[in-house]
């Protein structure tokens, strides 16, 4: 399992964040993701045999925003 962390810009509100969540949780190969308004960004964790970061950020995207990733500290 690999960890990254993406930043999100043009969540207005928790129901952004959710949204966002929601998704990223249904891609084959995500274990979890958790999105934060208040930071605008997510962690997820994600099997990287099955879907690549480049991926996640494509799905952050098809809602609207705005998506970079980077590791985690």
């Known amino acids: 399992m690999r960890s990254v ?3 999100i810009r043009g969540m207005h509100c928790d129901g952004c964040a959710n949204s966002v969540k929601a998704l990223l949780e249904r891609e084959p190969g995500v274990k979890s993701a958790a999105v934060a308004f208040e930071s605008g960004a997510a962690r997820v964790l994600f099997d990287p045999l099955k879907i690549e970061e480049k991926r996640l950020l494509e ?12 590791r985690p500290a």
């Open 5 to 7: 962390v993406l930043q």
């Open 59 to 70: 799905v952050v995207e098809q809602l609207g925003y705005t998506a970079v990733a980077r």
